[in-house]
């Protein structure tokens, strides 16, 4: 009877076995074909001096290249609505998305908000991202950019639209005892997107898998930059070559973050910007296949 029992609860943890092995297979299937299906695309600013001198030519240099989406940054705020509408004329004849724009905080003022609300409806971009708050002393002050995120919220959901914070290093470091990232996300509802950027997340020796796993269905879009330790690397290193988990954001960002788009972003490397987005995307495409 001993035996019996024993030779049971063996079978039974091999069918466990081969059943846990079963669904983290199914999943990691899901998991992958989910993320063929997402869309990448450049965040504008890695392509900034061209972009400066031929907005349209750098666009479609871009939309040749194979990105899928693009996101445009701040000086976009100064167009009128006429080019804006050339400028998305160009998007559609290529076949290119524009999800969302990075913003300075006037976008964000109820004297600004309306001005960004018509561009990036003319764009098609359905978040209007925070890239910058501006100078911020203390813990109060980063409440008050969560208060200004979550009133923009309000304005933007009867739209269709959201409101979004993009991080850099000093978020993730921090004050009086508490990390500002931790601060937005606590005090703005879940309709406000939190945009990674992976390479300043890992520059202040945090932990981007575990920031996604604690944001489930918010970071609906990642800045993929690398970032390395050591004596002229830092930004300037390749996507793909630096010290980023990348299997392991990806993953956490396609099963649990919510991701709806991956951005591409460089501040610079060995290369030309316009070779090195070409780079970049080479080694987005071997590292997905």
């Not at 070779?275 to 080479?282: H, M, Q």
Request: glycine content about 10%; some cysteine; proline content about 4%.
């Amino acid at each position: 009877m001993y035996h019996g029992t024993s030779n049971m609860s063996k079978h039974l943890s091999r069918r466990g076995f081969l059943a846990s092995s079963a669904a983290a297979a199914s999943l990691s299937s899901r998991i992958r074909a989910a993320g063929k299906a997402i869309p990448v695309g450049l965040e504008l600013y890695s392509v900034r001096d061209e972009l400066t001198k031929d907005l349209m030519g750098t666009v479609r240099a871009v939309g040749k290249m194979g990105y899928q989406v693009v996101e445009f940054y701040s000086p976009y705020y100064d167009w009128t609505p006429e080019y804006a509408k050339e400028v998305r004329k160009l998007l559609d004849d290529l076949g290119v998305r524009c999800p969302s724009t990075h913003n300075g905080t006037k976008s964000f003022t109820p004297e600004g908000i309306q001005k960004a609300i018509d561009l990036n409806q003319i764009l098609g971009a359905k978040y209007i991202v925070m890239a910058s708050p501006g100078r911020i002393t203390g813990m109060d002050s980063w409440k008050g950019v969560a208060d200004q995120l979550t009133r923009a919220s309000e304005r933007l959901k009867p739209l269709g639209m959201a409101a979004g914070y993009h991080n850099h290093k000093p978020e993730f470091v921090a004050v009086e005892g508490k990390r500002p990232i931790d601060i937005l996300a606590a005090g703005t509802p879940r309709e406000v997107m939190l945009q990674l950027d992976v390479g300043t997340c890992v520059d202040a020796a945090a932990d981007p898998v575990a920031y996604i796993q604690a944001n489930p269905g918010r970071i609906r879009s990642i800045h993929c930059k690398d970032f390395a330790a050591g004596e002229g690397k830092g930004y300037k290193v390749l996507f793909g070559e630096g010290d980023a988990p990348w299997t392991k954001i990806f993953a956490a960002a396609e099963s649990v973050g919510g991701v709806e788009y991956y951005l591409i972003e460089q501040e610079g490397s060995r290369y030309g910007s316009i070779e090195t987005a070409e780079r970049c995307l080479a080694a987005w495409k071997k590292m997905r296949s």
